[in-house]
């Protein structure tokens, strides 16, 4: 999903995504589902502005900030149900 930050939301994700490096790849660059919200990814440190490129999904699963070719995107994982009927269902002994 594309973000469109302000520019002080653009310093603060290149701050985080610069010590995410130091700090393992997987730390700060990582956003718990909890910190997205409608208004911005946690608007209470990040600020208020941010425009997503896309309506969100109605469940969130924790995502990653990510800066790719000058551009800020947020990877959603979708989380897929599967039904499986029980004439599908294979049982090995």
């Excluded at 130091?22 to 700060?28: A, G, P, R």
């Amino acid at each position: 999903m594309k973000l469109y930050p302000t520019q002080q939301q653009a310093n603060e994700f290149h701050y985080w995504l610069d010590h995410s490096r130091f700090v393992f790849n997987w730390t700060i660059n990582f956003i718990w589902s909890s910190a997205i919200k409608a208004n911005g990814i946690s608007p209470t440190a990040s600020g208020k502005g941010l425009r997503f490129g896309e309506s969100l999904p109605e469940t969130l699963i924790n995502s990653r900030l990510i800066w790719k070719t000058d551009k800020f995107v947020m990877a959603l994982p979708k989380r897929h149900i599967s039904r499986i009927s029980k004439a599908n269902l294979l049982v090995s002994y």
